[in-house]
């Protein structure tokens, strides 16, 4: 679809882009309405009609041009590499893969299609990884250094399914675009680890009083190959370390750790920042103070206390750690630009939900642009910190263009925005309601 302005024809997604106001007024009329030529042309672009085309919000670009090309599943560069799906290749150095929503349809997220996320080089395999060491010092009456086989033999060894979610999952959505890898939906899995209790490996060596933080070191080399600088150091509060669901990790779906994703030894802190989850974990240190290693301070890992303007420059001097993250929603059964046979007039939907430290209450679809919403059915987690699964139909009174929306109700009340909100430097916690396109004959 093209709109001439003045000697220039431009698309829909220029016109949005550069003269949104514009853009409106010629697509949707004075009352807001898409009508006329505009509705006519939006419907051959979109190769179909468009039912609820009178309640499509006014500014509304169609899912199927404005999603981010990651959420799409459909990006510039795929990932391929040896047991695993292909990802969405975010970048080469350090290496990045996302996983399209679609392929996130197993209540246990498998190897092949869990999300690839790495802040430096790739550490060499060890030959006997029971012979791996952990170091635990610090604020500790007694240091620790540990094998992989002294955690097993120890300390009791639990198996929980913990969601894992890289900080800037959703940044794409923000506008202005940021600064980092532009995740869709997708840097979220939901495995099952196997390890032991972090507080049981802290109680062990008797954290002091004046514990009241962490450092994570890990054995994954810095880019520039500098000993001496961390790819990756972060920390979290002990409250968090000594959550129950914390765990140094050894296995993942009951296998050894894959090397990708930080064999043969790494940290599982659920419902946080995914970088706090220490890949091929070599000390763990406590201190009085909060940790000022790589990824620590600034805007790293950290939102504004207040609003900022989106776009400007800020030092994160005033920002707040990220810690518990946003309620978001994922749909699992339909990909983005699915089409459909003639005469479907209803879609079993499902994904799944979840929210940092919190429960997922309730999670919502709409088939006419969020005028009318349908509850899904939203079951239990399998544990604490475990991502939920939802289901649900919705009917479609005719073929066309439709689009679902879905959006998730945490168990604090808090539901997923229309637009992503508290925009910051790099991209965090943006967790708007997600749109799928979807074509029906």
């Known amino acids: 679809m093209t709109l001439r302005h003045g000697k220039a024809e431009r698309s829909i997604q220029e016109l949005y ?5 514009r853009a409106d007024a010629v697509a949707f009329g004075r009352r807001g309405a898409l009508k006329g030529t505009a509705l006519a042309a939006m419907g051959g672009m979109l190769g179909a009609a468009i039912p609820f085309a009178g309640r499509m919000p006014e500014g509304t670009l169609p899912a199927l041009f404005a999603r ?7 990006a510039p560069a795929v990932l391929r590499m040896e047991g695993k799906a292909p990802l969405i290749l975010q970048q080469e150095r350090p290496l990045v893969g996302e996983t399209p929503e679609h392929l996130l349809d197993e209540p246990v997220t498998s190897y092949a299609n869990f999300f690839i996320r790495n802040n430096g ?10 012979t791996w060491k952990l170091r635990i010092d610090g604020e500790v009456n007694t240091p620790l250094e540990l094998t992989m086989g002294d955690l097993e033999s120890r300390f009791p060894v639990v198996t929980r399914q913990l969601q894992m979610e890289c ?5 794409a959505f923000f506008a202005p675009q940021t600064r980092g890898n532009q995740w869709g939906n997708g840097a979220i899995g939901n495995a099952e680890w196997t390890g032991v209790r972090l507080r049981d490996v802290l109680q062990a060596a008797g954290a002091k009083e004046t514990a009241r933080y962490t450092g994570h070191f890990g054995a994954d080399p810095h880019l520039s190959g500098a000993a001496d600088r961390a790819a990756i150091s972060r920390g979290m509060r002990m409250a968090k370390a000594m959550d129950e669901d914390t765990l140094i990790v050894f296995r993942m779906n009951g296998q050894p750790i894959p090397h990708i994703h930080g064999a043969p030894l790494r940290l599982l802190v659920p419902g946080w920042p995914g970088s706090l989850s220490q890949k091929w974990l070599t000390r763990v240190t406590l201190l009085s103070q909060p940790h000022t290693g790589a990824g620590m301070g600034g805007t790293s890992y950290r939102m504004p206390v207040r609003p900022i303007v989106p776009g400007s420059n800020n030092n994160g001097a005033d920002f707040a750690d990220m810690e518990s993250m946003p309620v978001r929603s994922i749909l699992s059964s339909h990909a983005h630009g699915t089409r459909l046979p003639a005469g479907t007039r209803s879609l079993d939907l499902r994904g799944a939900a979840w929210a940092g430290d919190l429960t997922v209450r309730a999670v919502h679809a709409s088939v006419d642009f ?6 899904m059915q939203v079951a239990a987690p399998a544990n604490r910190h475990a991502w939920q699964r939802w289901t649900g139909r919705v009917a479609l009174p005719s073929d066309g263009y439709y689009e679902i929306w879905y959006r998730a109700t945490d168990s604090e009340g808090r539901m997923q925005p229309h637009a992503p909100a508290n925009w910051n430097p790099q991209g ?11 074509l029906v004959g």
Do not use: C, K, L
């Open 17 to 21: 882009r550069d003269d949104p106001e």
């Open 68 to 74: 981010p090309a990651a959420a799409q599943g459909a």
């Open 121 to 130: 080089g790739i550490p060499d395999p060890v030959a006997d990884p029971r």
């Open 167 to 171: 900080g800037g999952n959703g940044r």
């Open 370 to 375: 969020g005028a009318t919403w349908t509850e």
């Open 428 to 438: 965090y916690g943006a967790n708007p309601i997600s749109r799928a396109a979807i």
